[in-house]
């Protein structure tokens, strides 16, 4: 015989088998502004020099990115800007290279000013403006809103602190973060690459280069700055480095 408690038992059972089955989704907060558009010509060099297919692209991608990467503000509020920003950032690098998806991350974490190297914003050594997470971080790009803001209203300089660390994320998609694209650039151009970027570290410590100075601290840094350059003046440094040119529209561009 069934009894009440029987009932009630089976009655709850169902309301928690309903609870969770039909539990409605959360609902995510808005990954991009409605005005992204505006703020990409506004702000981003790149997206502006594209012609309407290609910006086209540039959207798909761009949606694509914040969709996928939360962003969060660590003490900083997280503004359309910014997140427009950041997925222009995340987009630049990668836009003529097929299918890429940042596999790796899944968050972005916005400073108000810059770190030290346990992600304190306090304290000594506060001098990282951006950084790419290893060990329980490594799914984590860290950026400081300072710096993410001034690398792209700074139309006229060479740096762009954003873009640096989406490249080290190219670097460090074949494993090692070392300077060397593997799964971009072809073996057979590998040598050359190494020797092309210890040449012009040699050239930024001996003060005979316009690539910033950070570039010299090693291979993985020098690939970044020198990327850096590359997206934000083309023409420039087409002239002022025909050689790197040549082997980062290889590794960025996909030419042979
Ligand atoms: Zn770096």
Excluded at 182 to 204: P, Q
Aim: hydrophobic content about 45%.
């Amino acid at each position: 015989m069934i009894t009440a408690l029987q009932i009630l038992f089976v009655l709850l059972l169902l309301i928690i088998i309903i609870h969770f089955v039909f539990k409605p989704r959360r609902k995510r907060s808005i990954w991009w502004p409605a005005n992204y558009r505006e703020l990409l010509l506004d702000y981003c060099a790149f997206y502006e020099r594209l012609d309407d297919e290609a910006k086209k692209n540039f959207e798909e991608k761009f949606e694509k990115f914040l969709s996928s990467v939360s962003i969060t503000g660590a003490n900083a509020d997280v503004e359309d800007l910014d997140r427009v920003l950041i997925g222009a950032a995340a987009v630049i690098p990668v836009f003529y290279i097929r299918d890429w998806e940042y596999v790796h991350l899944r968050e972005v974490l916005l400073y108000p000013g810059n770190f030290n190297v346990d992600f304190e914003q306090s304290g000594n050594e506060r001098m990282i403006s951006g950084m790419v997470g290893t060990g329980y971080m490594q799914h984590v790009m860290i950026l400081n809103k300072w710096d993410l803001r001034q690398g792209f209203i700074n139309s006229g300089s060479n740096r762009n602190t954003a873009i640096h660390e989406f490249v080290h994320l190219v670097d460090k998609m074949d494993g090692t973060l070392d300077g060397v694209p593997e799964l971009l650039l072809e073996r057979k151009y590998v040598e050359r690459w190494k020797d092309l970027l210890h040449v012009e570290m040699d050239r930024i410590r001996q003060g005979l280069s316009d690539i910033d100075a950070y570039g010299a601290t090693s291979l993985v840094e020098c690939f970044a700055v020198i990327s850096e350059y590359f997206f934000e003046q083309p023409e420039q440094f087409k002239v002022f480095h025909p050689e790197l040119n040549t082997m980062i529209e290889r590794i960025f561009l996909r030419k042979g």
